[in-house]
């Protein structure tokens, strides 16, 4: 049973516990920003930021609405990350968990591909063309740890279990969700490891929330990878 | 906190005003959360739109300043709808006390008043012109019925009648519609069962006003019956790990530990002091708590001064300094003092008042008339090296500083104590980095060689010092387990007590053991119980909830006083001992019942507030042997009329010193009338004054904290928040040509200070009558020193030196700036 | 045996680990590299209380055994009943508070008219600072007011700080300095 986490917006206070946690789990350098008149920063993940609060602040209904979107990894089902790598030395999936991992042989990836791949916009490359994502905090988990980012957060608007868990707290969080914010939805749900359950039209929150149409998009060479399934493996198309 | 954090879940409806709760305290939000879930309102209200505010049910803004008039537009409410607690407000609180004939309210001011022409303070009031009236036993008189037109309830509604939704909605700036809703929503807790609370900080407290701010909301939740109860209170969220400790500790000039008063020079002996201090009540079923006062005192004085205190020497009464009848020695007067070349020697440890002081130029051109200044801190700081601050000359500035590197709270063991009054241990992980020493040992080491030299070398009234009980160490090492117990107190000498002979040198069980005679020693009563026979109950870690099950977890940590984790809970109860709320109760009476009438004393729950029998037996006759809930108030009442405070005994509107409007809607005192304002040189204000025409008030931000200096340093927060920055509404940005994220310009009547703009939808505009007024917002992180590229200041540059007269806290949450583009 | 939710979590992670291990396809040697040691497996735990602000969350330092014992790992813990592992931003980063390398590690003093600091040793800076406190306490120590009542005190040295310091250090700080005679006795909760 793969591991998944739920990140349920509508209750997110945007503290960036979970950004900062990430980090300091990682051991991550922080960046040099720039307030360019915003909370948020900085201002997009990066090869050193595998965690980042999106902060909007939209008119909704007549209302203003500050919304926040801890944008991670989702650790798709079938990553098509890892189908455009095809090389499990630099791209693969922990069975035990679902957790997409990147290792250092990434490098040797064509890094724009694989970040054109991503339907979501996550992976981010080094200077040297090292690619990095969220890892799930995999080490954690297989030691009977919550990913860090869930440990940190306060309001409980990060969830992590069991896939099949996790699916059931999604769908009893939606209902209560849509109490107050009728256009509730969960973000790509079956596709995901890592489901956002949020308020209002998922645009308004980033421009890759749900799967992106004009990403993702399979190369010819990894639809037919995938069209061939194991035997792809062994003949390396 | 009355409740503490975890109560916060219990509650139908939460307040968050003058505090921004999900930034400043995260984890609040866990209960905040946990209680929306179960069907709690969440209201907001805040002059700008903040990340509380984006998961409130209700959201409104005021104009800075003007909480009184919001909340003032409450009390008419509820008085008018009749949607009071009327049971509790007449059994529990003062609403039914008879109030004297000398009492009066005219035009902003209360009976009583004298100007002061020369300052800092600009009045006072004879508050006995505010005094109840008595029966023939010295007893107040009341009106349970409260319809006597002198009680404290008629008087309240006519004071709060002037409160009209107009008025406020004109002053407050906000719209009439928001008030009703707000008022509504918060009133529904008045019924018996539900529960409201407050979640307030220095948004309130830093005000001329201030605490009247927490007053007007205290007699809400008196009349709403919400104090005592799960969910309910009056709560203060503090905003450092340590300052409520620090304040029970009373690192303040006015109160010794345990909330004791500093002796005035007129109480010219032990005797005299406690009996000035000592409240004494008439009524056999008051409390009265403070009437232990003595033996508070006379304890302290014990564990001060160990085996020299002794009764023929005062208990060493007269070694300690005592104050001047009617001075001040607040933080204002320290630093007013100071730049007037009166202060010659300075510690400033773990503290950065060169950011933290409001009108800061003020505060870092004083430290240059020092002689020397000690600097204990974890990072070099602002105050540490003001002679080399922007716009010094250090080789014009003569003071001295000693910087003394300190650990970090992780690398030494001790207790601190949060907000809800619970004690915690900490431990040590790794040792000091480099030649960094705990707090304690620096204190430990400064303070032998102070004695030694005294008693080598003599010196001016030496005493104090060389008898100064200076014994926690253990192996030449400061030891926190010392100064624990010290704080908690010892039997003295073999005394029996309550029938059971407790040992010389044994811990003292509670401060009910504390004695008038010296043969106990505590250096706080309030934390006497913390570390006792049984241990360091501050150490604690069951995960056990009380039998009630709200999130008490007693025997979790410790809490003051006696771990009674939720103070007043005598108040949720009905005065039958049944709680008021079934689910979610406190405490309840399970004593047995014969006929009527209770035989046994039991409480269950939570450690009620005195373990006396309720008020009433089940039958409904009274009993002799209760007391009235709020033992700590010397009729035991709680206070909707509040005789002690310096600036009435009914919360008043009244403008910021520095404000937009001319003209107070309420009266024709503009401002509080007993503020307290200083006139330097460097103590320039503006009110009203076209240069400085928007409202400025200060704030945190979630990554931040307090001058940052325990941020700033650490590039993970300062990626979150690079730059000092004000926050403004599209409106004024437009009006001033300003873009967003561009630098600018902030200026009040002291100083300027650079920011990046944030132009914000979270900002609108205040209508004020036909007026629109702007307000713009800057956090008070930053520091010339970290980061190194000196452009980010303090806001404190900014804020004016005039305060609230009951304490002296500064008024930096409204005052007047311009806005302009570099 | 009652187990408190951290046992849980470890005996859930030594089963989880285990299951990792086995029956796993062509990828077992990149998960055992990740299912492996913690890097805080072999560290001192030690439990504290974050030094923010005031609801008094619960943390867990994880300090090196080995080389530096130096912090390597802090994070919430989950047996706190208050924060239950949760942390926000600042309480995720003490270890950067902790292990920085702007922190001071040596006393330094700042002489008269001088434009820079120097190190000074400990035993030279507090023997100075009791030097300067005994010199001004002494000079300006008034015993009676304008008045003529007792008073024993100076009002040439003021103290401010501190809600950093632990209780036990405030209440000896305050012995401490309430013996020397100060009545300019303040800290953050005035401002």
């Known amino acids: ?237 | 906190m009355t409740n503490h954090w975890i109560d916060i879940k219990n509650s139908d409806c939460i307040l968050i005003m003058g505090s921004n709760a999900a930034e400043n305290h995260p984890i609040s939000f866990k209960y905040v959360t946990q209680a929306m879930e179960k069907g709690a309102k969440l209201i907001n209200v805040d002059p700008r739109f903040t990340r509380t505010s984006s998961k409130a049910d209700i959201y409104t803004a005021l104009r800075s300043g003007t909480d009184i008039a919001f909340l003032g537009g409450m009390i008419k409410y509820i008085l008018e709808n009749n949607l009071y607690n009327h049971e509790y407000t007449a059994a529990y609180t003062n609403a039914p006390f008879i109030v004297g004939e000398a009492y009066g309210f005219k035009d902003g001011l209360f009976a009583g008043y004298t100007k002061n022409e020369e300052g800092p303070s600009a009045g006072s009031y004879d508050k006995s012109k505010w005094a109840f009236e008595m029966d023939a036993n010295g007893v107040p008189k009341l009106d349970r019925t409260l319809k006597n037109k002198k009680t404290v309830f008629q008087l309240m509604k006519e004071h709060y009648s002037r409160y009209d939704l107009d008025t406020v909605s004109k002053v407050t700036g906000t719209p009439k519609e928001d008030l009703i809703e707000v008022y509504k929503t918060y009133a529904a807790t008045g019924k018996t069962g539900k529960a409201g609370t407050i979640m307030y900080a220095m948004g309130w407290t830093q005000h001329t006003v201030g605490t009247q701010n927490i007053r007007t909301m205290a007699m809400i939740q008196l009349m709403l019956g919400n104090m005592g109860v799960a969910g309910g209170g009056v709560n203060a969220l503090r905003g450092e790990s340590n300052v409520q400790g620090s304040t029970d500790h009373c690192l303040l000039w006015h109160i010794w530990p345990g909330y004791l008063k500093t002796p005035r020079a007129s109480n010219n002996s032990l005797e005299a002091y406690n009996k000035k201090w000592t409240p004494k009540s008439q009524d056999p079923l008051s409390a009265n708590w403070w009437q232990n006062y003595p033996k508070y005192s006379v304890s302290l004085l014990k564990s001060f001064f160990g085996k020299t205190a002794t009764k023929d020497n005062q208990f060493g009464y007269n070694w300690l300094p005592k104050v001047d009848d009617g001075s001040v020695y607040s933080w204002f007067d320290i630093f007013d003092s100071m730049y007037k070349g009166d202060v010659k020697g300075f510690f400033a440890w773990g503290q950065n008042p060169a950011c933290s002081g409001s009108n800061a130029s003020k505060v870092r051109k004083s430290m240059e008339e020092l002689d020397w200044m000690v600097n204990v801190n974890i990072f070099d700081n602002e105050t540490g090296s003001f002679w080399k601050g922007p716009g010094t000359d250090a080789s014009k500035i003569k003071t001295e500083v000693f910087m003394l590197p300190a650990a970090v709270s992780v690398e030494k063991e001790g207790s601190i104590t949060n907000s809800g009054r619970w004690m915690q241990w900490r431990y040590q992980g790794p040792k000091p980095l480099g030649n960094s020493r705990p707090d304690g040992d620096i204190i430990m080491e400064l303070g032998q060689r102070i004695k030694e030299a005294y008693k080598k070398g003599g010196g001016v009234f030496k005493d104090p010092i060389v008898n100064l009980k200076w014994d926690y160490e253990t192996n030449g090492a400061y030891d926190p387990h010392k100064a624990a117990k010290e704080i908690n107190g010892y039997f003295t000498k073999d005394v029996t007590v309550k029938g059971k002979l407790c040992k010389k040198g044994t811990l003292v069980p509670s401060f009910a053991w504390l004695q008038t005679d010296g043969s106990t020693s505590s250096g706080n009563w309030l934390y006497c119980n913390s570390y006792t026979e049984k241990g360091n109950m501050s150490a604690r870690r069951s995960q056990q909830d009380a039998p009630n099950n709200i999130g008490l977890y007693p025997e979790f940590a410790w809490c003051w006083p006696v771990n009674r984790r939720i103070i007043y809970n005598r108040a949720s109860v009905d005065p039958k001992g049944r709680p008021w709320d079934k689910k979610d109760w406190v405490i309840k009476f399970a004593g047995e019942e014969k006929d009527g009438k209770y035989v046994s004393k039991k409480w269950i729950g939570d450690v009620p507030d005195g373990g006396w029998y309720p008020l009433e037996n089940p039958d409904g006759s009274k009993r002799k042997d209760s007391k009235h809930p709020f033992i700590m108030r010397k009729h035991g009442f709680g206070q909707i009329f509040g005789p002690g405070r310096a600036d009435g005994p009914f919360p008043e509107h009244y403008e910021p010193l520095e404000c937009p409007v001319e003209k107070n809607s309420f009266s024709s005192q503009m401002v509080n009338p007993t503020a307290v304002v200083y006139n330097t040189k460097a103590d320039a204000h503006a009110t009203c004054d076209p240069r400085f025409p928007f409202v400025g008030t200060t704030y945190r931000v979630s990554e931040h904290w307090q001058t940052g200096l325990m941020t700033r340093p650490q590039p993970w927060l300062m990626e979150l928040q690079p730059n000092m920055f004000v926050e403004m509404s599209e409106e004024l940005a437009k009006l001033r040509g300003i873009k967003n994220g561009e630098r600018v310009n902030v200026t009040s009547a002291r100083s300027s200070v650079e920011c990046t703009a944030i132009v914000t939808k979270r900002f609108k505009p205040f209508k004020i009558g036909y007026a629109t007024v702007h307000q713009v917002g800057v956090p008070w992180h930053y520091g010339w020193r970290w980061p190194a590229t000196g452009t980010e200041e303090s806001a404190n540059l900014l804020t004016p030196s005039a305060g609230d007269p009951n304490t002296r806290i500064p008024e930096t949450k409204a005052f007047m700036v311009n806005v302009t583009k570099l | 045996m009652k187990l408190d939710r951290r046992d849980f979590i470890k005996i859930s992670g030594a089963t989880a680990a285990g299951i990792a291990v086995s029956g796993l396809g062509f990828d077992l040697k990149q998960v055992k590299s990740h299912a492996g040691m913690l890097k805080t497996r072999y560290a001192k735990e030690s439990t504290t209380i974050c030094c923010y602000c005031a609801v008094g969350c619960g943390a867990i330092v994880h300090t090196s055994k080995r080389g530096d014992g130096r912090v390597m790992n802090i994070e919430g813990d989950p047996d706190h009943v208050i924060n239950q592992g949760s942390l926000c931003s600042k309480g995720s980063s003490i270890k950067q508070l902790v292990e920085n390398e702007n922190r001071l590690t040596e006393p330094m003093y700042r002489a008269p008219y001088s434009d820079k600091w120097q190190t000074v040793s400990w035993d030279w800076a507090l023997n100075n600072i009791a030097d300067r406190v005994k010199k001004t306490r002494d000079e300006s120590f008034e015993k009676t007011n304008a008045k003529g009542q007792t008073v024993n005190r100076t009002t040439k040295i003021a103290s401010v700080g501190s809600a950093a310091l632990d209780n036990e250090e405030c209440w000896i700080y305050q012995s401490l300095m309430r013996s020397l005679g100060l009545v300019y006795i303040e800290h953050q909760a005035r401002i």
């Open chain 1, 1 to 237: 049973m793969s591991k998944s986490i739920l990140i349920d917006t509508t209750i997110c206070t945007g503290c960036r516990g979970c950004q900062v946690a990430c980090k300091q789990w990682h051991n991550l350098p922080a960046e040099k920003t720039t307030n360019v008149g915003s909370f948020q920063n900085p201002q997009d993940l990066s090869f050193d930021t595998y965690k980042l609060v999106r902060m909007n602040e939209e008119i909704i209904n007549g209302k203003l609405e500050w919304l926040f979107f801890a944008d991670q990894c989702r650790h798709c089902i079938d990553a098509p990350c890892l189908e455009t790598a095809f090389d499990e030395n630099a791209i693969y999936k922990d069975s035990a968990t679902g957790a997409v991992q990147y290792t250092k042989t990434t490098k040797k990836l064509d890094a724009d591909e694989i970040i054109g791949s991503c339907p979501y916009n996550i992976p981010r490359k080094a200077v040297d063309g090292t690619l990095a994502k969220c890892d799930m905090c995999n080490d954690r988990i297989h030691n009977g740890l919550k990913p860090a980012c869930v440990t940190a957060c306060p309001t409980g608007a990060m969830q992590f279990g069991d896939r099949d868990e996790i699916l059931a707290l999604a769908g009893q969080r939606l209902e209560k969700a849509k109490k107050k914010f009728p256009k509730a939805m969960l973000l790509n749900p079956d596709e995901v490891n890592v489901i956002y359950l949020v308020g209002f039209d998922p645009e308004l929150y980033t421009d890759y929330a749900v799967a992106s149409n004009d990403r993702g998009g399979l190369s010819r060479s990894v639809a037919l990878r995938k069209m061939m399934g194991p035997f792809a493996k062994m003949m390396r198309v």
